[in-house]
């Protein structure tokens, strides 16, 4: 089984100087290289990195950590008291204004790709082995007997009170990072940081411009190779988001098997799309998207983008050709095969 570090890369290049407002700094700061903190940690199951520019950097950095270590605690099938573990023990019970945040906008992303992406996917994955890491391929009769609880319809969300139904239980892994990333964003705003990029192992997001005023450059990997990508991304104040099969698999018998289950089979995705980025301005809306479209397909995610149901832009991959929506076709660059997705088709 294969985990890579970074999916996405980040371009940086910082040339200019630049002023930042910080907590309870000097208001007349003379113009100087701004300061810059970076940390990286292992959470959530993958590697990330943080950094963030400016005269309060270090104390940013620092309280983002301590909010990605609360989250994955709150969030963690594998924590015996996490609200997901709880309520899945439970069948019902009050969680945290977080979790139910979380569960609101994935039964919202849920009804809108009609299921596509689905948090009651739990017991599919654990029969995989994608939440213990013991792999297997499960027989036919083990996934049919799975299948039976997976619908994002036994789950309500009323307040802080979540109840589960038809024996489902759930796993936010598929958005967590999404809503996390955001609320790393949040916290550097809120210490007056004005510049900042977090990777969370793959989930980009950006707050503002570079320090020189020029857009951050995001690079998206070729699922082909870990030395070349698809194209770079220009972007400002927005998450950027990847899901493929090549991010989590195992093998068996010269067959690959990825992560990224569809739950209308209880099999892995057969798709025809190798790599979905989604770029949206919310995090966790990105997130899930990235996993509904990989599983919908190349036709399906057209279809979604052109209703205009959800404001995302997207980059697909087939292992041939990539495809931009229209929202980001003068920002992305690319020297492979490329269409252009429009709003009408």
Known sequence: MKLRKYILTVIIGITAMTVLSSCGNKENAAKEQPAQSTQEIFAMDTYMSLTAYGNNSEEAVNKAVQEINRLDAMFSVGNADSDVTKINENGSGEVSE??????????????????????????????????????????????????????????????????????????????????????????????GIEHAIVNLGGNVQVLGTKTDGSDWRVAIQNPASENSYLGILSTADKAVITSGGYERYFEQDGQV?????????????????????????????????STALFVMGLDGAKELYRSGAIDFDMILFDGSKVYVSEGIKDTFSTDMDKEIITRQP
């Open 257 to 289: 098997y990825h992560h990224i289950i569809d739950p209308q089979t209880g099999y892995p995705s057969d798709s025809d799309l190798t790599s979905v980025t989604i770029v949206c301005s919310d995090g966790t809306t990105a997130d899930a998207l």
């Open 98 to 191: 977080e979790t139910a945040f979380i569960m609101n906008r994935a039964m919202q992303v849920s009804e809108k790709t009609n299921g596509a992406f689905d948090i009651t996917i739990y017991p599919l994955m654990e029969l995989w082995g994608f939440t213990t890491k013991n792999y297997r391929v499960p027989e036919s009769n083990e996934i049919a007997e799975a299948l039976k609880g997976v619908s994002y319809t036994n789950v309500s969300v009323n307040g802080q009170q979540v109840a589960l139904t038809g024996g489902s239980s759930i796993d936010l892994g598929g958005i967590a990072k999404g809503y996390t990333s955001s609320r790393v964003i949040q916290i550097m705003k809120d210490c």
